[in-house]
C-alpha cells in the first residue's frame, strides 16, 4: 500500500521571457503531481519583488494555491504593509515569512530585525488572512550563535503566528528528526516539512551547501566527486540517494515535502514517480 502525503514546490522568479516560458512548461509538468500549494522566492532585500508577484499571479490563475516569499529585512511598516495588500487584492493565501538576506554592500537598516518580527505584524496587520511559513533549520542557520538560540529563534517564530514551518535541505534524517523533538521539547507543535534539494549537478549542490550551511556527508561529496564531470551518473546517484531519503522520512510519518525544484522538473518527478506518491 503506497503511503501518499502533501507535496509542495519552489520556484524562484525568472529573469527572461525565455526562463518564464520554461518555467511555465516545468510547472505544468509539476502540476500532475497534485502539489498543495507551490512558493516562489523572493530576492536579497526583496529586489525580484515583481518578479515573485508575477509569477505568483500566474501559479494562481492557473488554479494552483501559490505562496509568495516574503523578506522583511530592509523594510519598513509602511513597505510591508502596501505589500501586505497587494498581496490580499492577488488573492494570496499563504505566505513564506522570512528575514531575508541583504543585497552585497547594504548595512542592516529597515524595521524589522527578526523574522519574528515580521511574523507577529503579518498576523497583527492582517488576523488570519493568511496561512505562515517559516524556515526551520535542522542543522543550524550559518548565522547562529549557537545551536540553541537557533532552536529558541525557531520557536520565537512559530509562537509569533506561524501555521507550519520548511526546512533547509539536509541530507541527514537524523538532523532533522532531533530538531523536531528538540523543537517540541520548547512547545513547538506546527507541522516541521522537510525541504528536499534534488541533486542534479554536483558543482551547483557544493556551491549551495557551502552558502546556506547545509551539510553534504563526507561519502556523498566523495562519491559525486569521482564522478567528475559525468553528468549521467552524477544525475543517476542524486535520484537514488533523495529517493531514499525521502521514503525514510515518509515511513517516519513527516507531514509533507517541500521540493526546491529549481525551475526544473526532470529529478523531482523522478522521486516522485520511484516513490509512487501520484
Excluded at 98 to 123: H, M
Excluded at 133 to 138: D, G, N, R, S, T
Excluded at 225 to 248: M, R, W, Y
Aim: proline share 4%.
Amino acid at each position: 500500500m503506497t503511503k501518499t502525503l502533501p507535496l509542495s514546490f519552489e520556484f524562484f522568479p525568472p529573469k527572461t521571457a525565455e526562463g518564464a516560458a520554461k518555467l511555465r512548461a516545468t510547472r505544468q509538468q509539476l502540476y500532475a503531481h497534485g502539489p498543495e500549494f507551490c512558493s516562489v522566492t523572493f530576492g536579497a532585500g526583496g529586489s525580484t519583488q515583481q518578479g515573485t508577484f508575477d509569477a505568483v499571479k500566474e501559479i494562481l490563475a492557473e488554479g494552483v494555491e501559490a505562496a509568495s516569499h516574503f523578506s522583511c529585512v530592509g523594510a519598513t511598516r509602511a513597505t510591508v504593509r502596501e505589500q501586505l495588500a497587494q498581496l490580499q487584492a492577488m488573492g494570496v493565501k499563504r505566505l513564506v515569512a522570512l528575514r531575508g538576506d541583504l543585497p552585497s554592500g547594504y548595512g542592516i537598516g529597515g524595521e524589522f530585525q527578526y523574522a519574528s518580527d515580521l511574523v507577529a505584524f503579518i498576523r497583527a496587520e492582517t488576523g488570519d488572512s493568511f496561512h505562515i511559513e517559516v524556515a526551520a533549520y535542522p542543522e543550524i542557520h550559518p548565522q547562529a550563535k549557537s545551536a540553541e538560540s537557533d532552536l529558541q529563534a525557531f520557536a520565537t517564530k512559530v509562537k509569533a503566528g506561524a501555521n507550519s514551518a520548511i526546512t533547509q535541505y539536509f541530507f541527514n534524517t537524523d538532523a532533522y528528526f532531533r530538531f523536531v523533538d528538540d523543537a517540541y521539547k520548547l512547545g513547538v507543535d506546527v507541522p516541521v516539512v522537510p525541504g528536499i534539494m534534488p541533486i542534479t549537478s554536483s558543482t551547483q549542490l557544493m556551491r549551495f551547501s557551502d552558502a546556506c550551511g547545509a551539510e553534504i556527508p563526507r561519502w556523498i561529496r566523495l562519491r559525486l566527486q569521482g564522478f567528475g564531470d559525468d553528468v549521467e551518473s552524477i544525475k543517476a546517484f542524486g535520484l537514488d540517494i533523495i529517493t531514499d531519503l525521502c521514503d525514510q522520512l515518509r515511513m517516519a510519518g513527516v507531514p509533507g515535502i517541500h521540493f526546491y525544484t529549481m525551475n526544473q522538473a526532470g529529478a523531482t518527478s523522478e522521486i516522485i514517480r520511484r516513490l509512487d506518491l501520484v
